[in-house]
């Protein structure tokens, strides 16, 4: 066993996705993985206690799911929890409530066959856990109606990651993402609220604020910021709207900042899931002089085709594969031809989640402009952007969200 690795436990009744959760896995990152094909056998384990991940069956022969949750709560156990069903999505979905009330800290659902990008989503989500302050942990879970209500109370804040340029090392754009700005837990995560926000089709209004938020910055601070480009997330349910792109072009004209310095990054399965509405939306967006990133590549199912078909500017690889890509060489593999391909097919790339200098280098080498990640800098309030950007030190903010 590899000494100060993660450790990952699974329990689940058959040794095949045992084996298939240890493959997925050791592709994610490197780690201790113990698989248990009984819960008793878990629950006794001295273990349970250490993992830095469990992941649970909920479909099994001697102790069900169910009854594991109550005992892992009966034993406290406090460790990120995913869990595993071959049922449908609602079953998971209903677990995943009684795990919350039982104050698991459930952190995801993944519903079998397991995939590599079931899996890359698992670790966004762990790594999203691990970020959060203990305050906020332990079963913490907003109800739908506080989550919604945050955006009428104006709670929603935009905060800013800069990328930066591989060569000169200057601040070349900022990617928004959004936090809450809780009035008791301080500043939340976005994976508390973006996915309510999404069931509850809400992401628009998000949207609006956050990007109202930044052109207002851009535009008290025009002379400082004048020409430097930012990023925002879109959510699949907000290409349905077909008067989107005039809403977000309507409050880009009156701030006066053109449509051309703002990218809008989508997800590649937000889109490849309804090609046909998506299409009509990005290319009215383009025509409005947007610019188009595929957010998270990699981690979705587009074939090359469906790409080249879809009117994008620039791709983002995702974190799983730019995290820890000099020294992996799977990882390696994947970053070296995604770059190839974006490279043939005119895109601009940006390289997500850099982290160490070995991986910087790399992506120097492989002609990647644009770097975001905590190597430089960790998303920011707007205060501490102005004040780094103004001095542009590149180093990291003391903000650790
Ligand atoms: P994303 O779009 O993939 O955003 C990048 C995430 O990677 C951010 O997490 C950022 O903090 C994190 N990150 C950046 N550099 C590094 C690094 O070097 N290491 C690691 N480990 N992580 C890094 P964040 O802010 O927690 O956002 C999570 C996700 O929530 C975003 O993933 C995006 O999918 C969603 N999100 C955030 N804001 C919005 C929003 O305004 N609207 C929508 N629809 N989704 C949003
Ligand atoms: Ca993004
Ligand atoms: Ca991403």
Redesign the pocket.
């Known amino acids: 066993m590899l000494e100060n690795t993660p450790l990952i436990l699974a329990i689940d009744d058959s040794q095949l996705v045992l084996t298939q959760l240890e493959f997925l896995i050791a592709n994610q990152t490197p780690c201790n993985f113990i698989g248990f094909d009984c819960g008793f056998k878990a629950l006794s384990s001295q273990k349970l206690h250490k993992a830095s991940l469990i992941l649970l069956d909920m479909n099994m022969p001697s102790i069900d799911g169910v009854e594991m949750l109550r005992k892992l709560s009966e034993l406290d156990v406090r460790q990120p929890l995913a869990l595993l069903s071959g049922e449908n999505s609602l079953f998971l979905k209903n677990a995943a409530s009684l795990a919350s009330l039982h104050g698991l800290n459930i952190i995801s659902c993944i519903e079998k066959p397991l995939s590599v990008s079931k899996l890359a989503d698992l670790y966004?989500k762990l790594?999203?856990f691990n970020?959060t302050p203990p305050s906020q942990k332990k079963g913490v879970t907003y109800s739908n109606e506080e989550v919604v209500s945050a955006l009428y109370k104006n709670e929603y804040l935009a905060?800013l990651?800069p990328k930066v340029c591989s060569k000169t090392e200057k601040i070349i754009g900022v990617?928004?993402?959004?936090?809450w700005n809780h009035p008791e837990n301080g500043i939340v995560?976005?994976?508390y609220f973006?996915e309510t926000l999404?069931n509850e089709n809400h992401?628009a209004e998000?949207?609006e604020q956050?990007l109202k938020q930044t052109v207002n910055l851009w535009s008290i601070n025009r002379t400082l910021l004048s020409g430097l480009p930012f990023s925002?997330?879109?959510?699949a349910n907000?290409l349905s709207d077909i008067n989107l792109p005039e809403k977000l072009e309507h409050i880009c004209s009156d701030a006066s900042i053109p449509t051309s310095q703002i990218t809008l990054?989508l997800?590649e399965s937000n889109i490849i899931n309804n090609i046909r509405s998506s299409l009509d939306v990005l290319l009215r967006f383009k025509l409005k002089g947007f610019k188009l990133s595929i957010?998270?590549f990699g981690t979705g199912y587009s074939s090359m085709k469906q790409l080249n078909e879809l009117p994008f500017d620039e791709l983002?690889i995702?974190?799983c594969f730019v995290?820890g890509c000099a020294d992996d060489t799977s990882k390696k593999a994947i970053v070296v031809s995604t770059c190839e391909m974006a490279h043939k097919l005119g895109l601009d790339i940006v390289a997500?989640?850099?982290?160490k200098l070995e991986d910087l280098l790399l992506l120097k080498s492989l002609g990647v402009k644009a770097i975001?990640?905590?190597?430089y800098f960790?998303?920011c309030s707007q205060t501490e952007f102005l004040q780094l950007f103004q001095h542009q030190k590149v180093v990291s903010c003391s903000s650790s969200?």
């Open positions: 966004k790594y999203q970020e905060y990651q990617e928004t993402l959004a936090r995560s976005p994976f973006i999404e992401t998000l949207t956050l925002f997330n879109i959510s907000e990054e997800t957010d998270d983002k995702d974190r995290n997500e989640g850099v982290e975001q990640g905590f190597y960790k998303p969200l």
